[in-house]
Structures are given as C-alpha cells and as structure tokens.
C-alpha cells in the first residue's frame, strides 16, 4: 500500500523527473540562494547599527521574518499553485484520465499530485534552510530557540491543507487555466485577512505572532497571564494551545478537501461532497467555526479579556449561511442529471430517486442543509446571549486566568440574533430552493437565470441603497428600507443597528422577502421535480451532430 | 470477454448512446464502425469507466467495470483518439510512468519498456522529449503505452489517424500479432479501409444504436442473401452466356465482352457444381471468382436500410 503511495507512485516520480531537471532547477536555486543570503547578511551585517557592532535585535528578526516569509512563499503559495495548476493541465489535457483507468487508487493519484506537483518548491525551501543556521547558531532572535521547531511543526498541516484545497480546485473548477491564479489569491488574502477569527487558524503569520509573543513573555519573564495569553487559545471557551487548535482546523478541514478531490479523480463528473458527507462536513466546520468565534479576546486597553459579542453572532450566522450555501451549490443536481437519475431507477424497476443519490432533487438535501444552519445559528447565538447575560458569573467557572471583563456592557439583544437567524434561514431556503427551480425549468440557461435572480434581490440592493444613501443625505435614510431586501445587508442591519432604532417594517421586509420567496420556489422546485418524475420516457432526442457526442 | 449490456449514456439531455447491447469474444479483433457522431468514443470511454452510464451493465473479463472498477481496468488498455502526452518527459520516461501505474516488476520493467519502444519504431528516439515528436510518432507512443501492461482488451479510438502509411501497416501488424497472442480488441473507426484488413467482428453504429453486430462474415451473410461471382473466359463466351442463362441460381446477369457478373443464390457446394459444368462445357475459365464483400459494402448496405 505505502509502496504504490509514496515510493513507486507514477505521478510522483512524473513530477520529480519533469520538475528537478538541472537545466531548470538551478537557476532557480540560485535565485532562492543568493536571496536567502541577502536576508542573512541583512540580520549580521556589521555595519547596521547595533551596539555590538552587528545588526539589532530588531533588524534581525526583521532579517529572519523576511527569511520566513520567502519560505511561507516558496511552501504555500508557489507549492499550492503547482498543485492545483498540475492536476488542472493533466485534466485539460487528458493525462488524468490515463490514471484514471490505470489501476492505481484515487489516493496515489491524489498523493502523487499533492507530494509531486510542488516538488521543486520544496526543493526550494530546502535550499533556503543553511541560511537560517547563522539565526541558530548566534541564538538571535532571541526567541529562536524555542519558536522555530514549532513554527516548522505547525507549517507540514498548513502546506497539506493549502495543498489539498488547491488540489480540490484544481479538478472542480470548469476553467482550470485560471485556477492557479485563483488559489494564489485565495491563499494571499487568508494570510492578509489571519486577524479574522477561524481565518488566523489556516495561516502560519498568527502563529508566528503568537509564537514571538511567547517567547519574548517567556524571556522577559513576564509570565503568568501574558504566557497563557499568547499560547492559547479558545475553544468554545475551552483553553487550547495555539498551535495546536490551528493543526486540528488544518487536518481536518484538509481531510474533507482530500476526500472530495479524491471523489473527483474518482470520476469527473462527480460531486465534491456525497449529500450525507456534505452534511456532516457541514456539521463539523459549524462546530469549529462556533467554537472559535465565541472566543474572548485580549482587550488592547486593559489588562483584561471581552468578548466581541456583536462580531460573534455576525461571524456565526455569515459563515454558517456561506457554507451552507456553497454546499447547497456544490449538491443540486441539474435538470439533465435528475433525467438521467429518473432513467436510471425506471431502469430497476421504481419510480423514485432515493433522497440522498446524488442524482435525486435537492428537496431533502435543503431542508437538512436548511435545519442544520438554523440548529447550529441557534447554537451560537445562544451561548452569545448566554455569556452576555451572565458574563460576570461565568467569568470565573470556565477560563482557568484571571480575567477582568469589560466593564462597558454591549447593546446586542437576543431578540436582533433571533431576527438575524430567521434571515438566515429564509435566506439558505431561497437559495437552494430557487437555484433547483431555475435548473429544473430553464434547462441549461438555469444558472445564469439563477444569478441574475441572485443579483436582483442580494446585489442590487446594496447598490441602490448606498447610491439612495449618497443622493438623499438625510437623517431619515430610506436606503436601510432597501437594504432590508437583501439578506447580505440585512442580518447586519438587523445586529449592528440598535432594534429600537429601526423601522419595525425594516425586520419585517427582511425576513418576508426571504421567507416568502423562499417558500415560493420551494413549492414550484417541487412542482417541476413531480412533473418531471411523473412525465413519461419520451422518444430519444436527436443525436449529437457529427464530431460530437 | 467483453460484454456490454443495455448500455445508455446521456450527454446532457442528448441520447449519445441508447440501449447498446454486445459482446465480444477473447481473441476477436473487433472494429465498432459508423459515422462521425454515432456513439463510438462515448461508448469506448464508457467501457473503461470514464464516463458513467445512465444504466446499462459493461462486464470486462468478468468484471463489472460500475463495481469491480480496479480488477476490470486492470485488463484494460486504452488509446484515445487524441495523445495526451506528458510532453515534459522523454519516451523513456514516458513509458516509465505508466509501467508503475500498472505495477509491472521493477526488475523487468526496463527490458519491457525497451521492447515496446523497439516494437513501434521509437528505438532511435528514446531518450527524446516527446513534445519533439511528430503526430505519427506520438501516435505510436500512445500505442505503445496501451500494450505495455500486456492488457487482455485493447480499445483503441480512431488508432490510425494521424498515421502514415508506414505507420498504418505498423498498427495493423501489431494488431495481427495481439490477437495471435489471444488478446481481444476492440477498434473505433469511420475509416472502413484501416479496419477492413484485420477486424474479425464489427459492430455498426448508427445515432447511439448498435445496427448489427457479429463476426464480419455472418453480418455479410446476415446483410446479403446473394453473393456476385465474375467469371473470365478465353474465347466464345456465348455458350457460356447460355449456361448461366440456363442456371436457376443465377441472376442478374451482366456481360461485358467474355467477362461475366451475376448474383448466385446457391451455396458453396453449387457454386462449385456450376464451374464444373462449365468446365465440362470446354469453356476456358480462367478466373472464377467470389466477390466477397467488404466492410464499405456491409456499412454501406446498412446505411441504406437505415435511410430507407
């Protein structure tokens, strides 16, 4: 098994030979050295100020941060995009599909690209490594010692996440020439976005910050809380190390991503996620998602921890509805599908797709989808109103530190997170089921309907309200009347704006229109998926024209 | 061997393939002809499993390619109509790579890859890139990528396009040689000639249906319930003429000069009664010849009925 994985493993030995070609590799070897040893110089040179004739403590953890840096570059964004642009051209090309038929496994297929593919950019790192020995050696920075086994520790899962999200993009998107681009901007924004809670888990820069942080409370002696306060981090309030919390998000989230680029390789045509798969990556990135968002911060003014509670419930009910939706996305069968899948069961002999084929209409899937959102929204924003409520008296039970709260109490009422969770769930309901509706009737032309439809009621909006915002200029903004139409704006309407200030026709236009539509396109999805069922085999269409299938 | 079985894929909500039902024995050289469009490369890219029929069963060396997909492609090899090479690496290397995606042993693996290199001519450029090779040669490489793990079914999609004539009588050797070594294969074509000479069995395709299907003889049989014999004479053809006249299995007869065509409805036994008797008629024959009819007659005949 390990031998047809890793060592004998076609797809890593194609890389290896096409990828370390001396006549190739080299001259990139020397660009990465002769950058290396420029940082290197930049942190020992002589002449560069410090009071023992070398380099500062600062300019030297400048040096080594920049060092670091290349090497993030070199592991993740140049490693990712050689993954993902790799198994895009082989699927383009036509080479996947030899391995596909080849009796090798879907996972050496996936090992081959995930090790193969950024083998030079390993290669590469690796070359930058010497460099970092002056760092070592002279023990400076000061916190070296202790933060480079973890820092590289913590990088091996953040490249196999990055690697398998890339891979997973790589066989998924239609147009692979562009796909590599699209995970370099992916990655880069991450690491620009890693203050962002459940983001700073995917990203080697927060643990790098937390890592110095560490180490220079360690070395300052400044323990105690400090020293917690940088190598943890909370879990449904729960203390966990750091590194060790971002390590879980990377594995697992990884898994899922592995899982469904080795469903892709399995078969092109394939769904990501299996509907029951996709309900439980569902509920495990709800699960990680809630309990790194109810998670106190370090207060910049004080020497205590808050609670961001109005972020906390943006957090939940925005990520749960994105994924939600991306999932609903990835799983709605089109019309041609559920054709073929009505074929399929005619054919032994029954009249009913089973609910949780990939071929069957997403009714079931929806309704799931839509329940899991609403449970785990319910979740979050409950344990939100429970630490606000009692925050004082919980204060001291869970957190194992001293901990002085805010003493400023938030405005955020239960009763604007109960609003922002029906919007949310009006919102999922709309969405899968009006994106079903639109492949169901309009046949091919159905998602650009569907995005039109999306850009109508969640886009427009915004625009219209912020250019009525502009015209009117008056205390009275009807744009927050328009705003309320959108579900993107609205459940940030709903919770940053004080209830008691809204129109009470705002949270009604919000969750009706939602709701309603929602509803509508639910029965009418029904409807086309009845007809379709019940319409009987009609003679085969018209055969492809000549060249084509 | 192969055994297809109520086979239907859809493109979308286009029919590509509708209700395909075949079988092919082990050592049958196997040619799937019809037009541009009528379903061949979708139904070869089925068999393998590349694409997922609406229904249907596909059973290769009794495997189920839907559940048994690793021990049913273990037996496959498969030559698309296009090459999709890796052109970042030599012929070598190439070959290399797929001698370990089928698990060929280390050890022989490198006389095996040179025999396949030396069967389809590439001796010469084995260690060159193969982005440097023309479309025959990689055609040839992509040849011999499919034989290499030695499959017991060969598919092979639109083989000789893209071939010289050199390359073609190449092909068609190589081919001779894999079904005297009891391979079965099955060969994708609208180019009646390339498969006229070596194919045992065909099948005929026509808008997603399969015509007809069987040995190249019994779907004659099967298409023409008459067959045309010429006849040649030196000499007075009239007593001849009268002959054939006389002969209750002849119609259609046509004469040009002292050649004779017509169409006999006998079998073997009269046909060769007949000469006889126009031996013993001292009619100098020289030529008695049975027009067998070719793959172009067969496809063409059907394709007339299809019309009709």
New interface residues.
């Given amino acids: 098994m390990s031998n ?1 994985l890793f060592i ?4 890593l ?2 890389h290896i ?2 990828r370390l070609r001396k006549a190739q590799l080299v001259p990139f070897i020397v660009v990465v050295a002769l950058l290396s040893a420029l940082f290197c110089w930049m942190g020992f040179a002589p002449l560069n100020g410090g009071s023992s004739g070398y380099a500062s403590e600062s300019t030297r953890t400048t040096a080594f941060s920049i060092l670091f840096g290349l090497q993030c570059l070199l592991l993740f964004v140049l490693g990712a995009c050689q993954v993902a642009g790799s198994v895009a051209t082989a699927r383009e ?3 996947l ?9 879907p996972l050496a297929i996936a090992v081959g690209y995930l090790l193969g593919a950024p083998i030079r950019e390993l290669v590469l790192f690796a070359c930058t490594l010497p460099f970092m020995l002056p760092f070592i050696i002279m023990g400076n920075p000061f916190w070296l010692g202790f933060g480079l086994p973890v820092l590289f520790l913590a990088m091996l899962p953040a490249a196999f996440f990055w690697y398998c999200f890339a891979l997973l993009l790589g066989v998924m998107l239609p147009k692979p020439r562009n796909v590599a681009v699209l995970v370099a901007i992916v990655i880069g924004g991450a690491h620009l976005l890693y203050t962002i809670p459940f983001m700073q888990h995917f990203t080697i820069i927060a643990t790098m910050q937390s890592t110095i942080s560490f180490s220079y409370s360690y070395h300052t002696a400044s323990m105690d809380n400090d020293l917690l306060r940088n190598i943890m981090s909370f879990f449904f309030t729960i203390p966990i190390p750091y590194v060790i919390l971002g390590v879980i998000h990377q594995l697992i989230l990884g898994a899922f991503c592995l899982y469904a680029a080795k469903r892709k390789l399995t ?4 769904y990501p996620f299996s509907r029951p798969v996709a309900l439980l990556f569902f509920t495990v990135f709800a699960a990680l998602l809630l309990g790194v968002i109810i998670n106190p911060t370090m207060s910049r003014y004080s020497d205590s921890y808050s609670y961001d509670y109005s972020g906390m419930a943006l957090f939940c009910l925005y990520g749960l509805l994105v994924i939600g939706l991306i999932l609903l996305a990835i799983c709605t069968p ?3 599908e559920i ?2 899948g009505i ?2 069961v005619r ?2 002999g029954r009249h009913i797709i089973p609910v949780w084929d990939d071929r069957a209409p997403n009714t079931i899937f929806l309704i799931s989808i839509t329940a899991l959102t609403a449970l785990f929204c319910a979740i979050g924003i409950a344990i939100i109103d429970f630490l606000l409520n009692r925050e004082n008296s919980i204060s001291q039970q869970i957190l194992p530190i001293n901990v002085i709260y805010a003493t400023v109490r938030h405005s955020l009422k239960f009763e604007q997170m109960a609003l922002g969770l029906l919007v949310v769930i009006g919102a999922t309901l709309f969405f899968g089921a009006a994106l079903q509706y639109c492949q169901l009737k309009f ?2 032309q159905g998602a650009t309907l569907f995005g039109m439809l999306l850009f109508l009621l969640w886009i427009l909006p915004i625009l219209i309200a912020f250019v009525v915002s502009i015209v009117t200029n008056s205390s009275s903004n009807p744009g927050a009347y328009i705003l309320a139409i959108s579900p993107l704006s609205s459940i940030t309407e709903l919770l940053i704006d004080a209830t008691d200030y809204l129109h009470p026709a705002i949270p009604v236009l919000a969750i009706a229109i939602p709701w309603l539509s929602g509803l509508f396109f639910f029965i009418m999805s029904m409807h086309e998926a009845r007809k379709l069922t019940l319409q009987p085999e009609s003679a ?10 | 061997m192969i055994e297809v079985r109520d086979l239907r894929v859809d493109y979308d909500e286009v029919c590509a393939v509708q209700d395909l039902s075949f079988d092919v024995p082990q050592g049958e050289i196997y040619g799937l002809i019809g037009p541009n469009g009528a379903g061949k490369t979708t139904t070869l890219r089925a068999m393998v499993g590349l694409l997922e029929p609406t229904y249907g069963t596909i059973r290769l060396n009794g495997f189920d390619i839907a559940t048994h997909r690793e021990q049913a492609v273990a037996h496959i090899g498969f030559m698309p109509d296009f090459s999709p090479l890796y052109e970042e690496l030599t012929v070598y290397e190439f070959l290399d790579i797929f001698a370990s995606a089928y698990k060929l042993p280390p050890a022989t693996r490198a006389t095996e890859i040179q025999r396949y290199i030396d069967l389809v001519e590439l001796t010469e450029k084995r260690d060159t890139m193969t982005a440097g090779l023309s479309r025959g040669m990689k055609q040839r490489l992509m040849l011999a990528k499919t034989l290499l793990p030695s499959p017991a079914i060969i598919l092979l999609d639109e083989p000789a396009s893209g071939l010289d004539p050199h390359s073609r009588i190449l092909l068609k050797n190589i081919l001779k040689q894999q079904r005297a070594d009891g391979k079965t294969v099955i060969i994708s074509s609208h180019i009646l000639s390339e498969l006229a000479e070596f194919c045992t069995s065909i099948g005929i395709m026509e808008r997603g249906h399969m015509v007809t299907s069987g040995r190249v003889e019994d779907v004659g049989a099967r298409i023409f319930s008459e067959i045309r014999y010429s006849i040649e004479l030196l000499g007075d053809a009239d007593k001849c003429a009268e002959l054939l006249a006389a002969d209750t299995g002849v119609s259609k007869l046509e004469r040009l000069e002292n050649r004779f065509t017509f169409t006999f409805s006998g079998d073997d036994t009269a046909a060769a009664a007949l000469l006889t008797q126009l031996v013993t008629a001292d009619i100098q024959v020289i030529k008695f010849v049975r027009e067998i009819e070719t793959l172009e007659d067969i496809f063409m005949q059907i394709g007339a009925r299809e019309v009709a």
Wanted: hydrophobic share 30%; aromatic share 2%.
């Fill in positions: 047809s004998d493993n076609p797809i030995l194609k030979r096409a090309g036509g080479q599909d030899f391995h596909r038929i080849s009796p090798q496994r078969n092109e045509l394939a089109a019309r041609s054709i073929k074929r399929h054919k032994l046949r091919k085969p269409p018209a055969a492809a024209p000549a060249g084509k299938p």
